[in-house]
C-alpha cells in the first residue's frame, strides 16, 4: 500500500514511525512533514490546509490510504473531499469534526447528551459576557469558541482578569475569528487525563490513556501551551474509570453525533477533569493528541493499519489493539519563547547520540533540513519519547536523551511524568 500522512508535527512523526513497520505498507509520504519524518518517509511540500493540492497529489500518486493529524484540514472538510473523489481517508468528516471546531457546538451536544461538564454559557456580546462572570464569581475559565492551535483557553483569579481576558479574545482578537463567541464555564480542579478512542461511527475500540502536560513551566504554572510532555498510561484513569468514561462519555457522544447526522469516524479525543473519580469533559478533539500519541504509539504493539482501515470501513467491531505493559514517557523540547515569540532556524546538534539509547525514539515537531543541518522550525521542536520498566526508569531514559541534544535557546519542562510515580505503583491498569 501506498500511505500519506498529513501534518507535520510529533503526532505526524510518531504515526509515520508506526505505519512504517507495517508489511502491508510500501511507501509513505507526508505533506509536509519535518526532518525526522523525512528520514523514514518522502516528505511533499504541500501544506495540510491546501485540500485541492492534496486531493491531486492522492489522484496522481494512486495513494491507497491517507492519515490525517492536525484539526485544521479536518475542520476545513478533507475528508469530504476525498471521499467525493474515490478516496479512503482516516478520520472525521467536516460536520463531525465540528466536535473541536466549535466549543459552543461541542458544549451543545455535551447538555443535550447529557455528559458531565463543567457548567457553563456562551456569548455573542462582551457586556453580557463580563456581566455573567460578575455574577458567578471566580475562578473562572474563559474560552474562544473557535480553534486556537490550544491557546484559546484564559483560567482567570480575579474578576479583572477575566474582564480583561473577555476583551483580549473578543475585541483585540487575539485568537482571530475564533473569538466572536465565548464560553465561560466554572472552573474544574482535579486531575487532567487524556482518553481517545477509535470510532467507525457504531463501534468503539479504546487506547492506551495518557496524561499530557499543558503548561510550560514545571509544576503545571505558566500560560498553556499545545502540550509540553505526555505519558501513557495515565495511572489516575483505573480499569473502573475507564468503563465509567466509555458509558457517561464517550458512547453518548458517539450515538448522540450519529442521531444528529454526524456520524463520528476516526479518533475522538475527550480531555478530561477528574474530579473525586469521576469524569468531566474539558474539550473533545477530533483527532490524535500530540504530544499523547508518541508515548502512546510507543506501547502499541499491532501493527496500526488494519485498525485504520477498519475504522473507515465500518469492520471496527472486535477488534482489538495489544499494548506493551511498559510505560512511555515523552519530553517536548521547545523553542525559548514559545508559546510567545520564539526564533526559528537554530541548528540541532546531538540528535544522533540521542538515537543510540535503547528504547528512545526523537520524534520531531518544527524542525527543518538545511543541507545535512537539521534546524528548529516552530515552537514545540522534538519529543524525547522512552519506553521503560517503570515510570522511573522511562523518565530517566527521555530526560538522558534530552541531556545529550542541544540547541540556543532551547527549552524543556524538568518534571515531565513526575506525577505518575506514586499512583502507579497502585495501578497500572492499561
Ligand atoms: P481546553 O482546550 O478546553 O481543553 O482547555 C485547555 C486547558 O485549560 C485544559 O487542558 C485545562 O488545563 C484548562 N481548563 C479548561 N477548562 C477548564 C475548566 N473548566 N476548569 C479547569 N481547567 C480548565
Ligand atoms: N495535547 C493536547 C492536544 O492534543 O490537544
Not at 33 to 54: F, P, R
Not at 101 to 130: H, L, R
Not at 285 to 309: A, H, Y
Not at 362 to 373: C, E, L, P
Request: glycine share 10%; charged share 25%.
Amino acid at each position: 500500500m501506498k500511505i500519506l500522512v498529513i501534518g507535520s508535527g510529533g503526532r505526524e512523526h510518531a504515526l509515520v514511525w508506526k505505519i512504517s513497520q507495517s508489511p502491508l505498507v510500501k511507501k509513505i509520504y507526508c505533506a509536509p512533514g519535518n526532518a525526522g519524518i523525512s528520514e523514514i518517509a518522502e516528505n511533499v511540500n504541500i501544506e495540510s490546509t491546501d485540500i485541492t493540492g492534496l486531493v491531486e497529489f492522492a489522484i496522481k500518486n494512486s495513494i491507497d490510504f491517507t492519515v490525517v493529524g492536525p484539526e485544521l484540514p479536518l475542520t476545513l472538510g478533507i475528508v469530504n473531499e476525498f471521499e467525493k473523489r474515490g478516496l479512503k481517508i482516516f478520520g472525521p468528516s467536516k460536520e463531525a469534526a465540528e466536535i473541536e471546531g466549535s466549543k459552543v457546538f461541542a458544549k451543545y451536544m455535551m447538555k443535550k447528551y447529557k455528559i458531565p461538564t463543567a457548567k457553563y454559557e456562551s456569548f455573542n456580546s462582551q457586556k453580557d459576557a463580563k456581566d455573567y462572570v460578575s455574577k458567578i464569581g471566580v475562578p473562572v475559565v474563559i474560552k474562544a469558541d473557535g480553534l486556537a492551535a490550544g491557546k484559546g483557553v484564559i483560567i482567570c483569579n480575579t474578576i479583572e482578569e477575566a474582564v480583561k481576558a473577555i476583551d483580549s479574545i473578543m475585541v483585540g482578537k487575539v485568537f482571530g475569528s475564533a473569538g466572536n463567541k465565548v464560553i465561560i464555564e466554572e472552573y474544574l480542579k482535579g486531575e487532567e487525563a487524556s482518553f481517545m478512542v477509535f470510532s467507525d461511527g457504531e463501534d468503539i475500540l479504546p487506547i492506551a490513556s495518557a496524561q499530557d502536560h499543558k503548561q510550560i513551566y514545571d509544576g503545571d504554572r505558566g500560560l498553556n501551551t499545545g502540550g509540553m510532555g505526555a505519558y501513557s498510561p495515565a495511572p489516575v484513569i483505573t480499569e473502573k474509570l475507564s468503563r465509567e468514561i466509555l458509558d457517561t462519555v464517550i458512547k453518548p457522544l458517539i450515538s448522540g453525533m450519529k442521531k444528529e447526522g454526524k456520524t463520528y469516524k476516526g479518533i475522538l479525543y475527550a480531555g478530561l477533569m477528574i474530579v473525586n473519580d469521576s469524569p468531566f469533559v474539558l474539550e473533545f478533539n477530533c483527532r490524535f493528541g500530540d504530544p499523547e500519541t508518541q508515548p502512546i504509539l510507543m506501547r502499541m504493539k499491532s501493527d496500526i493499519v488494519p485498525v485504520l482501515m477498519s475504522v473507515v470501513e465500518g469492520r471496527l467491531k472486535g477488534k482489538e489493539i495489544q499494548w506493551s505493559n511498559e510505560p512511555s514517557v515523552c519530553v517536548v523540547m521547545a523553542a525559548g519563547g514559545y508559546p510567545d515569540k520564539y526564533e526559528k532556524g537554530k541548528e540541532i546538534k546531538g540528535l544522533d547520540e540521542a538515537k543510540k539509547i535503547e528504547n528512545l525514539v526523537v520524534f520531531h515537531a518544527g524542525t527543518s533540513k538545511i543541507n545535512v543541518k537539521v534546524v528548529t522550525n516552530g515552537g514545540r521542536v522534538l519529543g524525547v519519547t522512552s519506553l521503560g520498566t517503570n515510570f522511573e526508569d522511562a523518565i530517566n531514559r527521555a530526560y538522558k536523551g534530552v541531556s545529550l541534544i542541544k540547541w540556543d535557546g532551547a527549552y524543556y519542562r524538568r518534571d515531565i511524568g513526575k506525577k505518575a510515580i506514586p499512583i502507579s505503583r497502585k495501578s497500572l491498569d492499561i
